[in-house]
């Protein structure tokens, strides 16, 4: 499996380079000839605007790994509509600005069937219109709540992975019954964190809960020791969800104020995504429990598509490359790849997708689509998908550090993560 | 009292942390004249008419320009009010071409146009670069660069130029083109005009200051410069 | 003439350029227009700030932000945009000239940061570094949809032949020659009589303006606001732009604004390195080419080229 997905990595972007030579060289000429519809044994062309480079990069990696992976899978189950389905890569360096240029190069320069596969919730902000103008149907796999929000627009459509809206809330109950009513978060100063203190304190008072104490760490800080003094002595839970390359001494610094005796500790594991538990430092966080997307390590109860879904990647039962133990990969997200490309097939199917002037109705049928059921192409868990808010709702995994690795202590209901609709995107015109 | 004193300074004074460069001198330049300011080397002659034009500050006491005290007033006021300086250090701009060093002089004061071309050739053609109009002047040759130089400030046209040492580097025939040009335009400027070159002094000034660590040790007639005692031994080093 | 016959030109491409490469120009005209402004700082007043960004963000926030906050129509909000970074350029001329070279850079740096950092710090008005979008229905002026590709073309170009020709005037104008002398030797400036601080804040103001335009251009054009436009790299793109044209030529910057974004282009489809190639553009340009593509021209071949 593993040498088959570096296989069909390259020669797909070689194809990329030589379908780009051939464009250049055709436009070239003063006389442009605009695309001509493919023929229908003509490969399906996804752009996948990835994160290579940039601070997305990490996770970049793994969803182009992911999704690399699952491009043969589709295609070995009879691709799309019974056309191949080809990945075009474009980076887009983890910013807004060259995000927009790559989807406009997606839509005019290769002629891109679709879009997809954005990840960092500003990236897509700053992406999305280019989209909507360009009437490209936009699959990001993000998690952020921009689509649910109503921010953007038609064509653009989050079926892959929960929003931090939907993930944060349903924590509270959990939070709120087995780790501890008082909580003082700590979360970085600038959107994201904003998001989870906004959404959780909302979420943990339904629960009865408080959260006591909100520790805004600004972006730049790469030292802690002045915040946790701030900490009030009450706390029972400290929430936490720091990103960056500070989150190592963030732990750390941790471990060295609360020593032995320190209250239940929750964080999201967005922090320490690609990052091997076993690394020094980390230690601190024996026993407490995080946030996770997808279970990183193999579960006893492990799934047959868990199984699967990590065997195309090439992931281990750790969560990291089979062919490098030390390689961890984003586990928690980049199974929104893999199911977004699943469900990219599933609306296209049923859309009887034939070309780019099926884009609306693939984007209908895409807000047609309701339950998701647990399978080879969902293997995170079952979902369901609200057609109005252009946003899916999955199960979330609480897990507990055991012995160095997440062992899995709540999967939340989808109820969990519901609230009211903010948009109704199907009353919007193509 | 009976010419207009076109510059005066009172007690002015420049300290360099501890070194004082120019140590109260009181100094008066009536107009119309041409006078030269003399001294050895590190006397404080620079240091000394920097602060006239306000290239840099004083340290204490008072300058007084066409009966205004200017000692607080930026170098470019004093400028438009009728000073103009070469600089000892040749100070043009090396990249743009001679014709545009003295536009940029000549525009100080004027607007562009006809007039301002003609300006130029005036000024270039006085000190004999007009045929180098269109070289870049970090090309000159280096006495080319002192003429280009002078002609900055003769092209804006100043109540009182002030010259540092405009003759190093010339040839002999150039020192004595000089000396005509100079008294030419001394019809209807002042000149203030810090020399080395002994028999330029001695040709064109009406007057002589001499200075000698900071302070003016002598004033008078070339005549009565020559004859000092005092200034002799400040040249001797005694 | 030439300049006239670039703006000649682009009207013409409009029309026969293939949509991916007639969009890139649209996005090219507009990132000049930045890098104009960038120019008359550097290129000509030799000014080096490292914190650009701030005023292209200052337009783009000051437009994007009287939209999100006031829906003010997009035509009002971007001369908001372009008065916010108007005065922004004033209040960090003000204090930023009181140093000179690598403090001035400095400071225009800190300055810049800070902006950033506001931004982010007032996230529930700014959406900090997610930052928002302009919706499709409100790009409007005047009836026109400025997000229909030909309109957004034009509206590039009307921005970009007006600041190009604006800088044009300003090089040939006795304000400009006397930015050129303050660049080559301020001091002679000055003991030239002229105001050269009185100088070098315009040349501030209407730089920081002129970049305050084009955020707040690609704001309405491109229908979205974001912090990551007010991070260093975006400070540092102008200067490359500009380097890579030519400093002090008043195409250059628009020559630099086409290569770098086609380096960036196909380079980012050859090698994951991009970033690492637009440094050893750089480079190259320090050691071989000081002058830029423009002023190579210009010294060879067209010594009249302002
Ligand atoms: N910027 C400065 N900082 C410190 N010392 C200075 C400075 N400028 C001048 N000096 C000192 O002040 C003294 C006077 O210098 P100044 O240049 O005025 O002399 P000068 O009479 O013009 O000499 P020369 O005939 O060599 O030009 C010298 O000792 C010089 O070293
Ligand atoms: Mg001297």
């Known amino acids: 499996m593993v040498s088959k997905k570096i296989s069909d990595f390259k020669p797909s972007r070689r194809k990329v380079l030589t379908g780009m030579a051939a464009a250049g060289a055709t436009t070239a000429l003063p006389g442009f000839v605009p695309f001509v519809q493919a023929q229908s044994s003509e490969p399906i062309r996804i752009?996948?605007?990835?994160?290579?480079?940039g601070i997305g990069a990490a996770y970049g990696r793994w969803y182009d790994r992911t999704t690399m992976a699952a491009a043969p899978v589709i295609n070995d189950m009879g691709g799309l509509n019974g056309r191949p389905v080809e990945i075009i890569s474009e980076d887009d360096g983890t910013d807004p600005k060259r995000g927009a240029e790559v989807v406009e190069k997606f839509a005019t320069h290769h002629n891109t069937d679709i879009a997809y596969g954005t990840l960092f919730s500003h990236v897509v902000v700053g992406s999305a219109p280019r989209a909507g103008e360009l009437?490209?149907?936009?699959?990001?796999?993000?998690?952020?709540?921009?689509?649910?929000?109503?921010?953007?627009?038609?064509?653009?459509?989050?079926?892959?992975?929960?929003?931090?809206?939907?993930?944060?809330?349903?924590?509270?109950?959990?939070?709120?019954?087995?780790?501890?009513?008082k909580?003082?978060?700590?979360?970085?100063?600038?959107?994201?964190?904003?998001?989870?203190?906004?959404?959780?304190?909302?979420?943990?008072?339904?629960?009865?809960?408080?959260?006591?104490?909100?520790?805004?760490?600004?972006?730049?800080?790469?030292?802690?020791?002045?915040?946790?003094?701030?900490?009030?002595?009450?706390?029972?839970?400290?929430?936490?969800?720091?990103?960056?390359?500070?989150?190592?001494?963030?732990?750390?610094?941790?471990?060295?104020?609360?020593?032995?005796?320190?209250?239940?500790?929750?964080?999201?594991?967005?922090?320490?995504?690609?990052?091997d538990l076993a690394t020094p430092g980390l230690e601190f966080l024996e026993g407490t429990y995080f946030w996770e997307g997808m279970p990183r390590y193999a579960q006893e109860n492990q799934s047959e598509?868990?199984?699967?879904?990590?065997?195309?990647?090439?992931?281990?039962?750790?969560?990291?490359?089979?062919?490098?133990?030390?390689?961890?990969?984003?586990?928690?997200?980049?199974?929104?790849?893999?199911?977004?490309?699943?469900?990219?097939?599933?609306?296209?199917?049923?859309?009887?997708?034939?070309?780019?002037?099926?884009?609306?109705?693939?984007?209908?049928?895409?807000?047609?689509?309701?339950?998701?059921?647990?399978?080879?192409?969902?293997?995170?868990?079952?979902?369901?998908?609200?057609?109005?808010?252009?946003?899916?709702?999955?199960?979330?995994?609480?897990?507990?550090?055991q012995d160095g690795r997440l062992v899995v202590q709540h999967k939340t209901a989808l109820e969990d993560g519901f609230y009211p609709d903010e948009v109704d995107y199907t009353t919007q015109s193509f | 009292m009976a010419a207009m004193m076109l510059l005066s300074t009172r007690k002015l004074s420049r300290h360099f942390g501890g070194l004082r460069a120019v140590e109260n001198v009181d100094f008066d330049l009536p107009e119309g004249q041409i006078r030269a300011l003399i001294g050895p080397n590190g006397a404080?002659?620079?240091?000394?008419?920097?602060?006239?034009?306000?290239?840099?500050?004083?340290?204490?006491?008072?300058?007084?320009?066409?009966?205004?005290?200017?000692?607080?007033?930026?170098?470019?006021?004093?400028i438009q009010r009728g000073m103009a300086y070469t600089f000892q250090i040749t100070s043009v701009f090396s990249d743009l071409t001679v014709q545009e060093n003295v536009a940029?002089?000549?525009?100080?004061?004027?607007?562009?146009?006809?007039?301002?071309?003609?300006?130029?050739?005036?000024?270039?053609?006085?000190?004999?670069?007009?045929?180098?109009?269109?070289?870049?002047?970090?090309?000159?040759?280096?006495?080319?660069?002192?003429?280009?130089?002078?002609?900055?400030?003769?092209?804006?046209?100043?109540?009182?130029?002030?010259?540092?040492?405009?003759?190093?580097?010339?040839?002999?025939?150039?020192?004595?083109?000089?000396?005509?040009?100079?008294?030419?335009?001394?019809?209807?400027?002042?000149?203030?005009?810090?020399?080395?070159?002994?028999?330029?002094?001695?040709?064109?000034?009406?007057?002589?200051t001499v200075m000698n660590f900071g302070e003016v040790i002598a004033e008078g007639t070339p005549q009565e410069i020559h004859e000092n005692a005092t200034v002799q031994t400040a040249y001797l080093g005694g | 003439?030439?300049?006239?016959?670039?703006?000649?030109?682009?009207?013409?491409?409009?029309?026969?350029?293939?949509?991916?490469?007639?969009?890139?120009?649209?996005?090219?005209?507009?990132?000049?227009?930045?890098?104009?402004?960038?120019?008359?700082?550097?290129?000509?007043?030799?000014?080096?700030?490292?914190?650009?960004?701030?005023?292209?963000?200052?337009?783009?926030?000051?437009?994007?932000?009287?939209?999100?906050?006031?829906?003010?129509?997009?035509?009002?909000?971007?001369?908001?945009?372009?008065?916010?970074?108007?005065?922004?350029?004033?209040?960090?001329?003000?204090?930023?000239?009181?140093?000179?070279?690598?403090?001035?850079?400095?400071?225009?740096?800190?300055?810049?940061?800070?902006?950033?950092?506001?931004i982010l710090y007032f996230n529930p008005i700014t959406r900090g570094d997610e930052g928002f979008v302009i919706a499709q229905q409100v790009r409007q002026i005047a009836g026109l949809d400025l997000s229909n590709p030909t309109t957004r073309y034009f509206a590039a170009l009307i921005l970009f032949a007006i600041c190009l020709l604006a800088v044009l005037w300003l090089v040939r104008s006795r304000a400009?020659?006397?930015?050129?002398?303050?660049?080559?030797?301020?001091?002679?400036?000055?003991?030239?009589?002229?105001?050269?601080?009185?100088?070098?804040?315009?040349?501030?103001?209407?730089?920081?303006?002129?970049?305050?335009?084009?955020?707040?251009?690609?704001?309405?054009?491109?229908?979205?606001?974001?912090?990551?436009?007010?991070?260093?790299?975006?400070?540092?793109?102008?200067l490359l732009y500009v380097l890579l044209g030519g400093p002090g030529t008043v195409i250059g910057p628009f020559v630099g604004t086409l290569f770098m974004f086609y380096l960036r282009d196909l380079s980012s489809s050859l090698t994951d390195a991009h970033m690492l190639v637009a440094g050893v553009v750089l480079i190259l340009l320090t050691l071989f080419a000081r002058r830029g593509i423009m002023g190579i021209v210009r010294e060879r071949w067209l010594k009249w080229l302002p």
């Open chain 1, 47 to 53: 752009g996948f605007q990835v994160h290579r480079t």
């Open chain 3, 176 to 238: 400009g020659r006397v930015l050129i002398a303050i660049r080559e030797n301020e001091e002679r400036a000055r003991l030239l009589g002229y105001d050269t601080w009185a100088h070098k804040l315009a040349a501030v103001v209407m730089s920081g303006t002129m970049a305050g335009a084009a955020g707040a251009a690609y704001g309405v054009l491109f229908g979205s606001v974001g912090a990551s436009f007010a991070e260093v790299p975006f400070s540092i793109l102008p």
């Open chain 1, 135 to 181: 009437k490209m149907p936009y699959f990001v796999v993000s998690e952020g709540h921009h689509v649910a929000s109503g921010m953007l627009n038609r064509w653009t459509l989050q079926p892959g992975i929960t929003d931090v809206k939907s993930q944060v809330q349903a924590m509270a109950p959990f939070v709120a019954d087995n780790l501890g009513k």
């Open chain 2, 104 to 208: 940029l002089a000549v525009q100080s004061r004027l607007e562009r146009g006809a007039v301002l071309a003609g300006e130029v050739a005036k000024a270039l053609a006085k000190v004999g670069l007009q045929d180098r109009a269109d070289q870049i002047a970090g090309d000159l040759a280096y006495g080319h660069q002192r003429l280009l130089e002078i002609a900055m400030g003769l092209g804006q046209s100043p109540r009182l130029l002030i010259l540092d040492e405009p003759t190093q580097g010339l040839s002999d025939g150039e020192v004595n083109d000089f000396i005509a040009l100079i008294k030419d335009v001394a019809k209807d400027t002042t000149i203030l005009l810090i020399e080395h070159n002994i028999d330029v002094v001695m040709a064109l000034a009406d007057k002589i």
């Open chain 1, 305 to 401: 598509y868990d199984k699967f879904y990590r065997a195309a990647i090439g992931v281990d039962n750790n969560g990291a490359s089979v062919s490098d133990p030390k390689d961890v990969s984003t586990f928690a997200h980049m199974f929104g790849c893999w199911e977004t490309l699943h469900t990219i097939k599933a609306g296209m199917e049923a859309a009887g997708y034939q070309g780019t002037s099926d884009r609306a109705k693939l984007v209908e049928a895409v807000e047609a689509m309701t339950d998701m059921a647990e399978s080879q192409a969902h293997p995170q868990g079952a979902k369901v998908f609200n057609g109005k808010t252009h946003q899916v709702f999955g199960p979330q995994y609480i897990s507990q550090v």
């Open chain 3, 1 to 118: 003439m030439l300049h006239l016959g670039l703006i000649a030109a682009l009207v013409l491409l409009q029309f026969i350029l293939p949509a991916y490469h007639h969009g890139n120009l649209a996005r090219i005209m507009v990132l000049s227009v930045f890098a104009m402004g960038y120019n008359i700082m550097f290129g000509y007043a030799g000014l080096l700030s490292l914190g650009h960004a701030m005023f292209f963000t200052a337009g783009m926030y000051g437009m994007g932000l009287s939209v999100r906050l006031w829906d003010i129509p997009v035509g009002p909000a971007f001369v908001i945009g372009i008065f916010a970074a108007a005065a922004l350029s004033l209040v960090v001329g003000l204090l930023a000239l009181r140093t000179i070279g690598v403090a001035f850079m400095i400071v225009t740096l800190m300055f810049s940061q800070a902006v950033f950092l506001t």
């Open chain 2, 44 to 78: 404080g002659k620079t240091t000394f008419v920097s602060m006239l034009c306000g290239r840099i500050p004083v340290s204490s006491g008072d300058i007084t320009f066409a009966g205004e005290n200017v000692t607080r007033l930026p170098a470019h006021k004093r």
């Open chain 1, 183 to 275: 909580v003082t978060m700590i979360f970085p100063d600038y959107a994201f964190g904003h998001d989870h203190r906004d959404f959780f304190s909302a979420a943990i008072e339904a629960q009865g809960g408080e959260v006591i104490a909100k520790l805004a760490i600004p972006p730049t800080e790469t030292s802690f020791t002045k915040y946790f003094p701030q900490i009030p002595r009450e706390t029972e839970v400290i929430y936490h969800v720091m990103v960056g390359p500070a989150v190592l001494t963030f732990v750390k610094e941790m471990g060295e104020f609360f020593g032995s005796a320190r209250p239940e500790i929750f964080g999201f594991i967005d922090s320490l995504e690609a990052v």
